[in-house]
T-cell receptor
Framework: TQLLEQSPQFLSIQEGENLTVYCNSS?????LQWYRQEPGEGPVLLVT?????EVKKLKRLTFQFGDARKDSSLHITAAQTGDTGLYLC???????????FGEGTQLTVNP | EAEVAQSPRYKITEKSQAVAFWCDPI?????LYWYRQILGQGPELLVQ????????DSQLPKDRFSAERLKGVDSTLKIQPAELGDSAMYLC?????????????FGPGTRLTVT
């Protein structure tokens, strides 16, 4: 059983469209992180959200942490082909620094 | 910009052979992690070091996998003997200190294919 469930698993859209991907859990997390991973590369940290209800913006990407700190969403406005990649959410397990990852959303933005 | 270095980037080996991966974390980062990522899935932690000490190796298959970080800087992950099911991306990550945000910085990974 995945502690962090990401949806959708796959998403294929046209350039210019908007999209939202989700990261959900039944557990409370002290923080959640979003990473983007391109084929054959390691994940790159995009953002960390810490406070329930927090919203962070990174250019066309908007990240939100749920009020109860059990879920998070990533919204992309006017998607570009360069946004293509695997989007992973991750959060710390217990009191240690070990991260648990969701299985990711594979996003393909078509020209 | 400081980066986590890994080598080799790609490795093809036959089953039952030994294979080793190397990682050099961002300078000054005390915590180092080795992950395994199967295609289409998120990374799974194999082992975590704090300086030269192992703090979490609960998911490391110790009958065939070993990891060391002798001087608390770079690290080596070894598999002996390799099995077909070990084919995956092996990722190294580092962080300056656990803290409450647990931000980790990943290297480019080593893609292992066992034939």
């Amino acid at each position: 059983t995945q502690l962090l469930e990401q949806s959708p698993q796959f998403l294929s859209i046209q350039e210019g469209e908007n999209l939202t991907v989700y990261c959900n859990s039944s557990s409370v997390f002290s923080s959640l992180q979003w990473y983007r991973q391109e084929p054959g590369e390691g994940p790159v940290l995009l953002v960390t959200v810490v406070t329930g209800g927090e919203v962070k913006k990174l250019k066309r990407l908007t990240f939100q942490f749920g009020d109860a700190r059990k879920d998070s969403s990533l919204h992309i406005t006017a998607a570009q082909t360069g946004d293509t990649g695997l989007y992973l959410c991750a959060g710390p397990l217990g009191s240690g620094s070990r991260l648990t990852f969701g299985e990711g959303t594979q996003l393909t933005v078509n020209p | 910009e400081a980066e986590v270095a890994q080598s080799p980037r790609y490795k093809i080996t036959e089953k039952s052979q030994a294979v080793a991966f190397w990682c050099d974390p961002i300078s000054g980062h005390a915590t180092l992690y080795w992950y395994r990522q199967i295609l289409g899935q998120g990374p799974e932690l194999l082992v975590q070091f704090q300086d030269e000490s192992v703090v979490d190796d609960s998911q490391l298959p110790k009958d065939r996998f070993s990891a060391e970080r002798l001087k608390g800087v770079d690290s080596t992950l070894k598999i002996q003997p390799a099995e077909l099911g070990d084919s995956a991306m092996y990722l190294c990550a580092s962080s300056s200190q656990p803290g409450m945000t647990y931000e980790q910085y990943f290297g480019p990974g080593t893609r292992l294919t066992v034939t």
